[in-house]
């Protein structure tokens, strides 16, 4: 029994060492293949950069993928900068204009965010900002502790709140790159590193060329008609507490630093404004604006309130360059009255 | 629970260790903690549901004393008692449904209306499973094979063993509860073939079914709009995920027993190595086909009594067993198409031509006639899981009308060739393993890196925890 034991206890270490090792040997070689898809590690990696670095620019925007996709920085003039990060929220939000702010002086601040992200329902935090490493690992414990003070893990409510110093260790393991955390997908990363190489090369290339000479601006297609319904209306609006704390603090910031900030609605199409106009959604979101334009006097909220024509969608959520072409100039007007 | 999940990769060593060094000192506790182990593994899908495994194992276990008696005539009422009892289980959970849909359906016909009440209950896992256990109970005792058993527990223990309770194999009262009865001790080579028997029983699941799964929903889903070839290699894939699901599922089930010293009946025996149809029964899901032979088959009087009653017998034998599987005519016409296979064989008197355990047993490869037998075989097994595999029949009609037809689609190489990496190596090991199924011959030194490799795949594949096929009968 005791051989068997012994014997049985080797071999499930030495299997489990040896797929760690496999597995840690890739994600520290080829992240972009095995730490989520190639493609948006290389966007978010390029946009962390602008956010660490001296660019000049003292008009920024910041904002999940409707943010990257809405605004081109160019059109609003030659100081502005789209800082998004696709998929990410008030949390990043804070953190984009804290480290921005320590190397560049901002005058102008425009937020452009996909509402349902601000109820926390989004699983890009742990797919893009846990993984790509965004945060630093202090940040991480600051987040943990506003998790300890609103007892939820930050988008996963429903994770429950016995086991939150749990889940929060499960979620640094993957912020540190444990290759545990990867297991699941490592086939997939090691399939498209195998056979993917050459397109995810060429996407690179796309996204990047894009980025650097559209100031941070993503082009979602340039021709295309969307017009599917991308809102569940019957939902009430319910901004995340953690949210709303860190929203708090980029006020404060924005104070400090004497920065005029502007929240901007993204657009909807036809489809989704329909189901939107005059749902418990809409009413809930205006309420919610109402409420933090009477809170922060320094914030001023550019309601759309418009839909675009579905030719200017590529998708249901994020519009086409004409879209932006569109949006862009209705948002600098708006900012410019 | 499920065996490729992580929840019993924690319960299964922990009931080991209970077991061995808790529980060791008498039979009677390790009887009372592989029971409690049992409803807990099975308590895990539905409390509920472990009710009715309760009554349904405390009714057979009265039965059995019924069925015990010295009196012909009362052990006869008993016995049918106790079978009206399983079916009813069975005809209620699994099959009121049907039949009640089938007879709505045939009123509508002639023009009437009905409406029929329909049950709101998912099917119990495991119920045809245990249901034929306590069956194989009352019919081993009435036959004079198997004694009553005065130990519940031990009884209880038969019909709800863990590893086999949810997909077998379906064990016999002979063969299992002398076992039962005996106090188990720790011997370290069954204890390691038991671990193998895992690690090879998760390798066909886990990466070569669960990986075939996806392919083969996508071709079945999508099989209007696929290439003709791309039909056939998705029917080729499903022979195999199935395969791969329940052959190792059994490996689980058969290695899980013998590291609590129980060794289990064999389920499957390298079927796709089948040199015809009847070959192939003896090699497939070999618990159920050798149940329907010893409690239906031969009593209804086999094929020893003229070839108009072997035919009659051959029919009922195969329709029930593909009803068995299922509330669904698919299901029949499953078993419908391998008593066609097989009727030829039983006319010709050839059904029990190919009755040896190992295919060339002492060639390296087959011979060109073995090689030509098997294939054909193979096909038609192949065309017969259409049916079995498709949501109902006209899309079985329509999948197999699109296999020779839908030739104007483009080609998917590149699908074609994922197919052949998962199914070319477990044709090769199977091939390998046929003369000793249990143990892997390779060079003493190449085994810890072949077992290595095995167990890594496993576990960069463990992921989704999908169930098994033969769950849902």
Redesign the interface.
């Known amino acids: 029994m005791k051989q068997f034991l012994i014997k049985t206890i080797i071999y499930f270490l030495v299997t489990v060492l040896v797929s760690g090792t496999i597995i840690y040997g890739f994600i520290s070689q080829k992240p972009e293949f095995f730490l989520g898809s190639a493609v948006d590690y290389f966007q978010c990696k390029y946009q962390y950069e602008q956010i660490n670095k001296k660019t000049g620019f003292t008009n920024i925007i910041i904002g999940d993928s409707r943010g990257n996709a809405s605004i081109n920085p160019r059109q609003l003039g030659e100081k502005w900068i789209n800082l998004s990060i696709p998929g990410s929220d008030l949390f990043e939000g804070y953190i984009t204009l804290k480290r921005y702010l320590q190397h560049n002086k901002v005058d102008t601040l425009v937020m452009v965010y996909g509402m349902s992200y601000l109820s926390e329902y989004s699983r890009w935090f742990n797919l893009r900002t846990i993984p790509f490493r965004f945060i630093s690992n202090s940040e991480l414990k600051e987040l943990e502790q506003t998790e300890r003070k609103y007892n939820y893990l930050f988008h996963n409510r429903a994770a429950g709140h016995a086991t939150l110093k749990y889940d929060q260790f499960i979620r640094k393991l993957k912020y540190w790159h444990s290759p545990f955390s990867y297991r699941a997908t490592f086939l997939d990363g090691l399939n498209n590193f195998c056979f993917s190489q050459r397109e995810t090369g060429i996407a690179k290339q796309k996204v990047l060329t894009q980025l650097s000479e559209y100031r941070g601006y993503t082009n979602f297609s340039d021709a295309d008609s969307n017009n599917t319904d991308g809102i569940d209306a019957s939902l009430r609006f319910e901004p995340g507490q953690i949210n709303q704390h860190y929203l708090e603090l980029i006020m404060q910031l924005a104070a400090r630093h004497d920065i005029a900030v502007y929240l901007v609605d993204p657009p909807m199409n036809q489809a989704s404004f329909k189901t939107y106009n005059r749902s418990v959604y809409e009413s809930t979101i205006n309420q919610f604006f109402q409420g933090v334009q009477k809170k922060y006097p320094r914030l001023c909220v550019l309601q759309t309130d418009v839909w675009l024509p579905n030719n200017m969608f590529g998708d249901p959520l994020h519009v086409n360059s004409k879209g932006t072409t569109r949006f862009s100039a209705i948002t600098r007007d708006r900012l410019n009255n | 629970m499920l065996f490729n999940s992580v929840a019993f990769l924690l319960f299964l060593p922990i009931v080991f260790i209970l077991y061995?060094f808790v529980c060791n000192r008498s039979l009677r506790w390790q009887n009372v903690l592989v029971l409690m182990a049992s409803y807990f593994f099975y308590g895990w899908w539905s409390w509920k549901f472990m009710v009715l495994l309760g009554v349904s194992t405390f009714l057979d276990y009265l039965y059995g004393f019924g069925v015990g008696l010295k009196d012909r005539k009362k052990a006869r009422l008993f016995l049918w008692l106790s079978v009206l009892n399983n079916l009813g289980i069975l005809g209620v959970f699994k099959y009121y449904n049907f039949f009640a849909l089938q007879f709505q359906q045939a009123l509508a016909l002639l023009g009437l209306h009905a409406n029929v009440v329909l049950l709101q209950v998912a099917i119990p896992i495991g119920i045809s499973f245990y249901t034929f256990h306590g069956m194989s109970y009352v019919f081993d005792i009435y036959r004079g094979e198997q004694r009553p058993v005065k130990n519940f527990i031990d009884y209880a223990v038969f019909v709800s063993f863990f590893p086999l309770l949810v997909a077998g194999p379906i064990e016999r009262a002979s063969h299992l509860l002398p076992q039962i009865q005996k106090k188990r001790f720790?011997n370290?080579t069954q204890?390691?073939d038991g671990?193998r028997l895992i690690l090879w029983g998760l390798f066909k699941k886990v990466v070569i079914a669960d990986t075939l799964a996806v392919i083969v929903d996508n071709i079945f889903s999508h099989y209007h709009d696929l290439h003709g070839i791309s039909l056939v290699v998705g029917a080729i894939a499903f022979s195999f995920q199935i395969y791969g699901d329940f052959s190792g599922y059994s490996d689980i089930a058969l290695g899980t027993a013998k590291l609590f010293g129980f060794e289990l009946l064999t389920n499957f025996r390298f079927p796709y190595f089948s040199r015809d149809i009847a070959e192939f029964w003896r090699r497939w899901h070999i618990s159920l086909s050798s149940w329907f032979r010893d409690y239906l088959y031969i009593p209804l009087g086999g094929s020893k009594q003229g070839k108009l009653k072997g035919v009659r017998n051959t029919f009922i034998i195969f329709l029930v067993s593909g009803f068995w599987h299922g509330a669904n005519w698919k299901y029949i016409a499953w078993g419908g198409i391998h008593a066609c296979g097989f009727l030829p064989l039983l006319l010709l008197n050839r059904n029990r031509k190919h009755t040896s355990d190992v295919v060339a047993e002492k060639r390296k490869l087959p011979t060109g006639k073995e090689l030509s037998q098997m294939v054909l075989t193979f096909a038609f097994v192949t065309f017969a899981w259409v049916f079995f595999r498709a949501a109902d029949m006209t899309e079985a009609i329509g999948y197999l009308k699109g296999a020779v037809t839908n030739y104007k689609q483009p080609k998917d190489f590149l699908m074609c060739l994922t197919v052949c990496c998962y199914i070319i190596p477990l044709i090769a090991c199977d091939w390998w393993l046929r003369r000793n199924e249990r143990s892997l011959q390779v060079p003493q030194l190449a085994k810890?890196v072949v077992?290595?490799v095995l167990?890594?795949l496993v576990?960069?594949?463990?992921?989704k925890q999908t169930n098994f096929i033969y769950f849902q009968f």
């Open positions: 061995w720790f370290y204890a390691a671990c810890p077992y290595l167990a890594l576990l960069f594949y463990f992921g």
